[in-house]
């Protein structure tokens, strides 16, 4: 049975870092896209990043226009996860965080939709 866990979130304020990690369990994703989504009160789920593999041992990230230049997602496989490096927080970024793998090469990136499997989410709240 697969499973993605995150943790790292948690109340910090505007300027602040955090890290975001998201341990998958079941099967191995070294071979597929992981990425992280958001969501806050009231509004959709948002596409923050995606670090996709691309053969041999490349790959490579995409980010939401939000998160280019302050976040950076990575991965080990070795661990079977999945982190989100947070820089310079703002109240905007106020969200649950969530994990995912997506298994098909063809969907989208950036389309929720296109992924399989989702982690729990963790709560990260940005205070000004």
């Known amino acids: 049975q697969v499973q993605l866990v995150e943790s790292g979130g948690g109340l910090v304020q505007t300027g602040s870092s955090l890290r975001l990690s998201c341990a998958a369990s079941g099967r191995t994703f070294s071979r597929y896209a992981m990425g992280w989504f958001r969501q806050a009160p009231g509004k959709e789920r948002e596409f923050v990043a995606v670090?996709?593999?691309?053969?041999?041992?490349?790959?490579?990230?995409y980010y939401a226009d939000s998160a280019r230049g302050r976040f950076t997602i990575s991965r080990n496989n070795a661990k079977n996860t999945v982190y989100l490096q947070m820089h310079r927080l703002k109240p905007v970024d106020t969200a649950v965080y969530y994990c995912?793998?997506?298994?098909?090469?063809?969907?989208?990136?950036?389309?929720?939709?296109?992924?399989?499997?989702w982690g729990q989410g963790t709560q990260v709240t940005v205070s000004s």
């Open positions: 995912a793998v997506k298994m098909s090469v063809t969907t989208p990136p950036r389309a929720a939709r296109g992924y399989d499997y």
């Open positions: 670090i996709n593999w691309s053969g041999g041992s490349t790959y490579y990230s």
